[in-house]
């Protein structure tokens, strides 16, 4: 079956909802139909400076909410990103690969690095894309389900994919991008013209998934709406709104036209209601689900240690490859 690869960074603590609807909800239900693999990502984390304690105890607690979320370690293959040295191997020839102003390009790396102080920022952020290509390339994935904000990063892994094979021979799968419209980018709650960002959001705009399911609720009945009463989908013109249906929507299954029916001559407050007691309704499983993975590390690590271990027999086969193409005396 088709093989689809997808990561998540350890950083923040807890997913967002965008995290959520936007990658982690599709990976559940792609480890039906695919061959699928899927990281936390603790080399990309450390582009921005972490402390080690946080970053040992963000990874398990990543890990942890992947389980919660659905993820199946027998339908699946869950692994940390360190566990697997051939990433940061595959990197350094896909490094070698990219031109400079080509990488230069990369608009998550200006909005980031901006943020921080150009001066600042390390060169490894700067390379975080081309980490991110021997992520995807290493398992030969065929798919990559992500939010919108990765599309530019899945299209430089096509175009390395390509030169790689032009240049070498046949080696790499050329993957394409696995997004959904409807969720491909939830909006800030404060700001609908922003997507909700760990970094990038105010506290209030952005729904932590492991936050005290009260504090959502609330979170929830303050988003900023838009001008007039009606409840309708319109992205341009209603865009809190708009966002607001598209997330309860995917939390219910209930399609957007079914809710603009069930809201017509209501106002604003009445959704609003709703959909907080369905975000608690989902938080909270979630929550309780994540700390009995917590509570239980030894199963956590074991579930991680038979992933990293399926996960590089297929790495090592492809790196393998790769080296000999490039032209590296095998070690005899
Ligand atoms: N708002 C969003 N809507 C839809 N999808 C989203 N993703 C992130 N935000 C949204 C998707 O989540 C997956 C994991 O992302 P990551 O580990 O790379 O985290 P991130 O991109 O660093 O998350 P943030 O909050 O967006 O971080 P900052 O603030 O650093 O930019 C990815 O598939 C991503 O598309």
């Given at each position: 079956s088709p093989r689809v690869l997808s990561g998540i960074q350890p950083t923040a603590g807890s997913f967002h909802l965008g995290n959520y609807l936007g990658a982690v909800r599709q990976w559940v239900a792609l480890q039906e139909t695919h061959d699928a693999f899927y990281t936390v990502v603790d080399l990309h984390a450390i582009t921005l400076p972490q402390d080690p304690a946080e970053l040992r105890s963000n990874t398990r607690l990543a890990a942890a909410q992947l389980l919660a979320a659905g993820l199946d370690p027998e339908r699946c293959t869950l692994f940390?990103?360190?566990?697997?040295?051939e990433h940061a191997q595959l990197a350094w020839i896909m490094n070698c690969l990219t031109g400079f102003g080509e990488a230069s390009r990369m608009t998550q790396f200006k909005d980031k690095s901006s943020r921080q102080g150009a001066d600042r920022a390390s060169v490894g952020l700067f390379t975080y894309p081309i980490l991110q290509v021997a992520d995807i390339l290493l398992y030969q994935a065929n798919e990559v389900p992500v939010g919108e904000d990765q599309r530019q990063h899945i299209e430089l892994t096509r175009d390395l994919a390509e030169r790689f094979n032009g240049r070498?021979?046949?080696?790499f799968t050329v993957p394409a991008p696995h997004i959904l419209k409807e969720t491909a980018k939830i909006y800030d709650?404060?700001?609908?013209?922003?997507?909700?960002?760990?970094?990038?959001?105010?506290p209030k705009g952005l729904i932590n998934l492991l936050d005290e399911p009260k504090a959502t609720a609330k979170k929830v009945k303050s988003a900023v709406t838009d001008t007039g009463t009606e409840i309708r989908y319109?992205?341009?013109?209603k865009p809190g709104i708009s966002n607001l249906l598209s997330i309860y929507s995917t939390l219910t299954g209930a399609g957007i036209e079914e809710l603009e029916q069930k809201y017509?001559?209501?106002?604003y407050g009445a959704l609003k209601t709703d959909l907080s007691e369905v975000m608690v309704d989902f938080v909270t499983p979630f929550r309780e689900r994540t700390q009995q993975y917590l509570d239980d590390p030894e199963t956590l690590d074991s579930i991680l240690a038979k992933g990293a271990e399926k996960a590089r027999a297929v790495a090592a086969e492809t790196l393998s490859q790769a080296y000999e193409k490039v032209g590296f005396l095998p070690a005899k």
């Open positions: 940390v990103q360190s566990h697997v040295p070498f021979g046949q080696t709650l404060q700001d609908p013209s922003i997507k909700m960002s760990k970094s990038a959001s105010t319109d992205a341009e013109n017509v001559g209501k106002g």
